[in-house]
């Protein structure tokens, strides 16, 4: 019997008012895969992201984690969760140090003070980990975003845009740290607008388009000319608007 996807939304809705942000998104994400999103500035991407996360509420639909609806044990998936968005959910007044501790403890982490001081060597924080946070660029709050986000090993990983902001060395280990993951066979759902770096880091690409899926497709053979060439005759196609 085959196992259900990680995750899986049925006819997902979101309004604000009466503008709708998803407009029935049917989508499923396999397990131990890369998922890319993408689409232009509104097509909903970050608005599914947050539903998924747990941050905001469908307006209608359904959402399952690995065969289970999200509203019947939200607290325990979101312990299998890992988070990258726009905001870095990070503390200005703790240390970097503070910060992973913190969490940790939120998710009953046992053997704190090395998985802190291994999540900080990653990241290239090691030397910043008594320094609090408020006196860090953005990119060195990004980095410190993300060893917060894998802290707890997640099964599941939500990346937003995780590449905003970071410098060229950061960005290469956030890249390099996902193909480590890829290969380690985790669970991925990344936005981006990046179409190759999403093309090279992904088995599959989806594009939201006015809050709808106007795309979905396995990587497979497929060339950076063919996918670009892909995105823009979705993108620049104009879907209905009723709900």
Request: charged share 25%.
């Amino acid at each position: 019997m085959s196992q259900p996807p990680a995750i899986a939304t049925v006819n997902l809705v979101k309004a604000f008012g009466d503008h709708y942000a998803l407009r029935g998104i049917s989508l499923q994400v396999d397990r131990r895969e890369v998922t890319a999103i993408f689409g232009p500035n509104g097509a909903g991407k970050t608005t599914f992201l947050r539903i998924l996360s747990g941050l905001s509420r469908p307006t209608s639909g359904e959402i399952l984690f690995e065969g289970k609806p999200l509203s019947d044990d939200s607290e325990t998936i979101r312990q299998h969760l890992g988070v990258i968005g726009h905001q870095s959910f990070l503390y200005g007044e703790l240390t970097a140090e503070e910060n992973l501790f913190f969490y940790g403890r939120l998710y009953g982490l046992t053997g704190l003070s090395k998985r802190v001081e291994q999540a900080l060597d990653e990241v290239g924080l090691g030397e910043r980990a008594n320094d609090r946070v408020s006196t860090f660029s953005r990119g060195m709050q990004q980095r410190l975003a993300i060893a917060r986000a894998m802290l707890h090993h997640p099964r599941l990983l939500f990346l937003d845009e995780p590449f905003s902001g970071l410098d060229q060395h950061a960005a290469a280990m956030l890249a390099g740290w996902l193909q480590r993951l890829r290969s380690e066979e985790q669970t991925i759902l990344l936005v981006t607008h990046d179409l190759e770096q999403g093309l090279a880091l992904s088995d599959r690409l989806v594009i939201f388009a006015r809050g709808r899926v106007v795309y979905d497709q396995r990587t497979a053979s497929m060339s950076a000319d063919e996918w670009r060439r892909a995105y823009f005759e979705r993108v620049s196609a104009e879907p209905g608007d009723a709900p």
